[in-house]
């Protein structure tokens, strides 16, 4: 973690400062929380989109060797 400059100026300590850090807390959680879940959606999607790209090559290698053979059985 960053290590915080230590000043000199006093921390108020009202109810409006308590209010406001108490936000700013629960913000970056949410944001955490967000890119966390992001993520988690990228990844599973990625997953997903990688199966159906190897899929379609295989089958397109499938195509064209196919097409070998039948060129050779033409040609004899």
Do not use: D, P
């Amino acid at each position: 973690m960053k290590k915080e400059n230590q000043t000199k100026v006093a921390k108020l300590t009202n109810e409006y400062t308590h209010n406001k850090t108490l936000q700013a807390l629960r913000e970056r959680k949410h944001k955490r929380h967000m890119r966390r879940r992001i993520a988690g959606i990228l990844a599973i999607s990625c997953f997903f989109v990688s199966g159906f790209a190897i899929n379609i090559w295989s089958n397109t290698q499938t195509i064209s060797q196919m097409e070998q053979e039948k060129k050779k059985l033409k040609t004899n």
